[in-house]
């Protein structure tokens, strides 16, 4: 489905955006525990001044691009208050301290923070240790862990109030509890989504139904359930209209993303 220029793209994309997330790879292979036979309350190390959170549009539209690590790419994405995702949380600390975070602010791992694949920067959410029963809130301000299975990276002032520095890993939940660096109160603040809109790429239109069909069922093989193809019915200069949407894409960039890898770059990209 991919051809060989794509892929080179593909590579050269994801290598620029490594560059500009302001991690090293040492960041993206960090296993997240530190030695159970060390110290940390009793080693020094460079004190962090109270700094102005990052909040800025050109901060999140970088922060909200799609990158590739180890092959993989994520695709930072939709959320809502109240979401909930579940998997095993690790943390970093003194190996990072006082060093950048993907959105240019410097890792303080006395500060509750956290890293996180996709969830938008300055995401607030509270994470609820399964094994012990511990809690605390945490702000994104960085990506990973890039380890199969984990969902979060904590600081390690938040790694001790759930209880898990030792251990180094926990199986947790995690809930969505604001954005912009606030817990949500307010009702319009609870109905916020971090990202608005759902998007599909348009990859047919026809008058006729039973062509409309021929073209979901062609690429619904192509994709293989990664996204789904639906036909929308409509009215196009007083005629019956059949489009063709590739949908379930979590971000504009992502669908721009498929559009251009998959040689549709005359295909159309809907905002709903």
């Not at 943390?91 to 969830?119: C, R």
Request: charged residues 25%.
């Amino acid at each position: 489905m991919f051809s060989t220029t794509n892929k080179i793209t593909f590579l050269l994309l994801g290598a620029l955006l490594l560059l500009l997330t302001g991690c090293s790879q040492k960041r993206y292979t960090y296993a997240g525990s530190y030695s159970s036979g060390s110290s940390w309350s009793n080693k020094t190390y460079e004190s962090i001044p109270n700094q102005e959170i990052k909040n800025s549009p050109a901060m999140h539209r970088a922060t909200m691009r799609p990158y590739q690590v180890f092959g993989k790419w994520y695709y930072p994405t939709l959320a809502k208050v109240g979401d909930v995702q579940g998997g095993i949380a690790s943390w970093y600390g003194p190996d990072f301290h006082s060093k950048k975070t993907s959105n240019g602010e410097i890792y303080n791992m006395y500060a509750q923070t956290a890293a996180h694949k996709t969830l938008p920067m300055n995401t607030m959410v509270k994470v609820d240790n399964l094994d012990n029963g511990k809690s605390t809130i945490v702000r994104i301000n960085d990506r990973g862990p890039f380890v199969s299975g984990r969902i979060i990276d904590l600081s390690n002032k938040a790694a001790h109030d759930i209880d898990m520095v030792k251990k180094g890993t926990a199986r947790v939940n995690i809930t969505i509890l604001g954005f912009h660096a606030k817990v949500a109160t307010t009702q319009a603040e609870k109905e916020e989504v971090a990202s608005v809109g759902k998007y599909f790429v348009q990859v047919g239109a026809f008058r006729r139904y039973e062509g409309a069909k021929i073209t979901q069922r062609k690429f619904k093989l192509i994709l293989e359930d990664k996204y789904d193809v639906i036909i929308k019915e409509g009215i196009l200069e007083h005629e019956p209209i059949n489009r063709v949407w590739i949908s379930g894409f979590r971000s504009e960039e992502e669908a721009k993303d498929f559009r251009e890898s998959n040689g549709l770059s005359g295909a159309m990209i809907i905002a709903e």
